[in-house]
């Protein structure tokens, strides 16, 4: 067996608590291991009792530190490549937290060199096949573009057939350690001609489908369900509100569907486990940046389906960046601290948050307790990828990706903050706050 890290005294974040105790990974392969018997050499770190979390996953991030994840890749900047920018920016996330990530429109990591940064585990293909009247801020011409219908044969020709499915015909899911293909997420709007099928393809492929810029009402928001999607594309933005008698996409996360026979058994033996089960629900990504989304709505959110609550960043290439007016495409944007808009109007274009404010802010508008908000960036975006057994936990043979972080007191605030003081990847140190300039 090879040298071993045994981590002590440490609060672990496992499940909904913060249990006392100790740690083993190995370094060499990146994993966590059982607690060795008889005890060999191992280098023993003493965390001082701060927490103990697993590293942070990011399913929605579109840039940061000025870069573009979706720029063109054969682009050069001042004779810097788009891979070594791409790099420098997954390497300056990880002191953020985040260590793993899906980006827009690139492929995911094959190396498990710690040094790299935040993982990427496969691009999350926002756009193009929206409501062409909730596009956001997404360029019309591609939009329209797309035209309305989302047929399979016009998905697959848009992203490359070889982007979507492994040549091997292997899923994802049914090859957890490797990523066969390039695309791990594709948010579309369930009500476009053709969508349907193509939903249904898909998610039995393994990709992870996901509704959003979406003009749906709750019958086509659950149909998109029912075909096989998992999850909701930034939950409140880019999508009809709530009415009592039309109650759109956030219908779907009470749960229920029709009314029938079956899905009444099935709610009612949730009720009675008192649990908060995911079936028939979707996980639902959400921006709590403070200007997407007003944090009650966060509250309501969290209160209506906790178990799917997934925190996003939606980050753009200005996290990171001083405050000013930038070109991005064929717009301009302004900065304003976490608030990005085109310029000249009130129209929001991204973030600029890192997904460790995000889950600060979580944490003080919904009171809910450290070990709970960190679900919402460790073990559910893991479940929504199929990858719980590897990412966005401690358990015995999982990535040694783990944070370490300390409580710091905030004046005029009850909660405190969460402060990242280590991160390691693939067990081995790649951020220390304690060295870092
Ligand atoms: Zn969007």
Not at 197 to 221: C, E, R, V
Not at 250 to 256: R, Y
Request: aromatic letters at 6%; proline letters at 5%; charged letters at 20%.
């Amino acid at each position: 067996m090879s040298h071993l890290v045994h981590l002590t005294n440490a609060r672990l974040a496992q499940g909904d608590q913060l249990v006392s105790g100790d740690l083993w990974f190995d370094p060499k392969a990146g994993v966590f291991v059982p607690p060795p018997n008889p005890a060999p050499t191992s280098t023993v770190i003493d965390i001082q009792n701060r927490i103990v979390a697993p590293g942070f996953l990011d399913l929605q991030i579109n840039g940061a530190y000025g870069f573009d994840f979706s720029e063109d890749s054969a682009n050069n900047h001042a004779g810097i490549s788009y891979t070594e920018r791409y790099r420098d920016v997954r390497r300056k996330l990880i002191a953020t937290g985040t260590t793993s990530l899906l980006p827009t429109m690139t492929s995911p990591s094959k190396s498990r060199d710690p040094f790299d940064g935040a993982e990427s585990l496969g691009a999350h293909c926002e756009g193009p096949f929206f409501a062409h009247n909730r596009m956001g801020v997404h360029l019309p011409n591609a939009i329209h573009a797309s035209g309305v219908t989302s047929e399979p044969e016009r998905v697959l020709e848009t992203y490359g057939a070889r982007n979507l499915i492994n040549t091997d015909g292997l899923s994802n899911r049914a090859s957890p350690r490797s990523i066969p293909s390039n695309v791990r997420m594709i948010t579309m709007a369930p009500e476009r001609l053709g969508a349907l099928d193509t939903i249904k393809q898909l998610s039995q492929a393994g990709i992870i489908m996901s509704i959003g810029h979406t003009a749906a009402n709750y019958q086509q928001s659950r149909a998109g369900i029912d075909a096989g999607a998992t999850m909701i594309t930034h939950l409140y933005n880019q999508m009809n509100g709530h009415h009592h008698r039309e109650p759109g996409p956030l219908g779907i996360l009470g749960g229920a569907g029709d009314v029938n026979e079956e899905n009444e058994t099935r709610i009612l033996k949730q009720d009675q486990k008192g649990e908060d089960t995911n079936i028939n629900r979707p996980y639902f990504g959400i921006i709590a940046d403070g200007n997407h989304v007003h944090p009650a709505s966060i509250r309501l959110a969290q209160l209506m389906h906790p178990g799917g609550l997934v925190l996003v960043t939606d980050a753009l290439l200005l996290l990171g960046g001083e405050d000013g007016t930038i070109d991005w495409l064929t717009r301009r944007l302004t900065k304003k601290g976490v608030s990005v808009t085109l310029e000249g109007t009130d129209i929001i274009a991204g973030s600029c948050v890192t997904l460790l404010q995000c889950l600060n802010n979580f944490r003080r508008w919904t009171g809910v307790s450290i070990p709970i908000a960190l679900q919402a960036v460790t073990s559910r975006p893991a479940a929504v990828l199929g990858l719980s057994h590897l990412k966005g936990t401690l358990r015995v043979g999982a990535d040694a990706d783990f944070v370490v972080l300390k409580e710091e007191a905030v004046q005029g605030q009850c909660t405190s903050d969460l402060v990242v003081d280590q991160v390691w990847k693939f067990g081995v140190k790649v951020y220390d706050q304690a060295t870092h300039e």
